[in-house]
């Protein structure tokens, strides 16, 4: 008997800490989102007076240096050996792709807007999982697709005279992304989370550094330095939130929770930019939002392997 209320008890204990750990996990989820939200509103920020690749290379070269702190040869000897050299190069190529084309992008969109379009994440890794991945799409699954996909055709409106040309960067940004977070899901069989966190940055710097001497222009305020710097730091910050918030709890749990990057978005838009979304981008992004938790509903059940980081675009 007193074994049994032992038993019961222990089971107990588990429990609130498995409540308390998913907790922490969507709290650290949040505040990684907000980390990606101030990237993006500094990028934004610095853009009319900065060129597009020096704020991109400060961005990648900032996360690279904080990254190294933690994750280096000393605390993870052989980090950088790779069972996949050519995977984890390319994918660290899609997100500087991803990276520059949102850049780019919000120097002529509304932070809502390039967030509503990334949204459009999930459906874009549920219709390539399949011809990359094998994994079967479905007709629920491709029903789905198309209802987001109409979705964006709300939120940009074209051959309306409403579509800015920047969409469609953001858009190829996303599947870029799209992309990245496919070979994300393909790593994870090969190679520890560290090897692919550092690797994740690198083509940023190794690509971008030897340009930057011919785009180089000094900033001209403090709050131009600060902003270089700052965008390095946020996105360090939010990365390293980001595994912290998946050691905590598992993508299925977080996963609905980085449609609060759309709150962010709104709020700093409108606090630094005077922005705000008009009703059909709201519109837009409800549906996008109700076919991405519905494709996310159809992966559980399914017990179909979410990708080992979030889907909503973090730089």
């Given amino acids: 008997m007193h074994g049994k209320q032992t038993d019961r008890k222990a089971m107990s204990t588990q429990l609130r800490e498995t409540d308390s750990d998913r907790l922490i996990g969507i ?19 610095l853009s ?25 040869y000393r605390t993870y000897p052989g980090v950088l050996r790779t069972k996949k050299p050519k995977i984890q190069w390319t994918r660290s190529v899609l997100l500087l792709l991803s990276t520059s ?15 509503s379009i990334a949204f459009t994440i999930p459906l874009w890794v549920a219709l390539l999982s399949g011809p990359l991945l094998g994994e079967t799409v479905g007709a629920r699954r491709l029903s789905a697709i198309a209802v987001g996909f109409f979705g964006v055709l709300v939120i940009t409106r074209p051959g309306l005279g409403m579509m800015h040309p920047a969409v469609l960067l953001s858009v190829f940004g996303t599947i870029c992304y799209a992309l990245y ?9 090969y190679d520890p989370p560290q090897t692919t966190m550092v690797f994740s940055g690198l083509a940023g710097v190794v690509l971008l550094t030897p340009v930057l001497p011919f785009v180089w222009q000094t900033p001209q305020t403090a709050m131009e330095w600060a902003g270089l710097f700052g965008m390095g730091l946020f ?8 595994i912290l918030a998946h050691q905590r709890a598992p993508a299925s ?6 449609y609060t990057q759309l709150v962010w978005m709104i709020g700093l838009g409108y606090l630094l930019f005077g922005d705000l979304p008009d009703i059909w981008t709201l519109a837009g992004v409800s549906i996008v939002i109700c ?8 992966e559980r059940n399914h017990s179909a392997p979410l990708p080992a980081e979030p889907l909503a675009k973090h730089e």
Avoid at 109 to 114: D, F, I, K, N, R
Avoid at 235 to 242: K, Q, R
Wanted: glycine share 4%; hydrophobic share 60%; aromatic share 12%.
């Fill in 181 to 189: 977070a496919i070979a994300t899901r393909h790593l994870a069989v």
């Fill in 48 to 72: 009319p007076t900065l060129p597009a690749l020096q704020i991109i290379w400060a961005r990648y070269a900032g996360n690279v240096l904080v990254v190294a702190v933690f994750i280096n």
């Fill in 253 to 258: 749990i977080l996963s609905p929770f980085t």
């Fill in 27 to 45: 709290g650290l989820i949040c505040v990684t989102l907000l980390s990606f939200a101030f990237l993006d509103s500094i990028a934004k920020l």
């Fill in 291 to 298: 076919s991405g938790l519905y494709l996310l509903s159809l």
């Fill in 235 to 242: 996105a360090s910050f939010g990365h390293y939130c980001l």
């Fill in 101 to 115: 084309m949102n850049f780019i992008a919000l120097r002529y969109l509304q932070l809502a807007e390039t967030s």
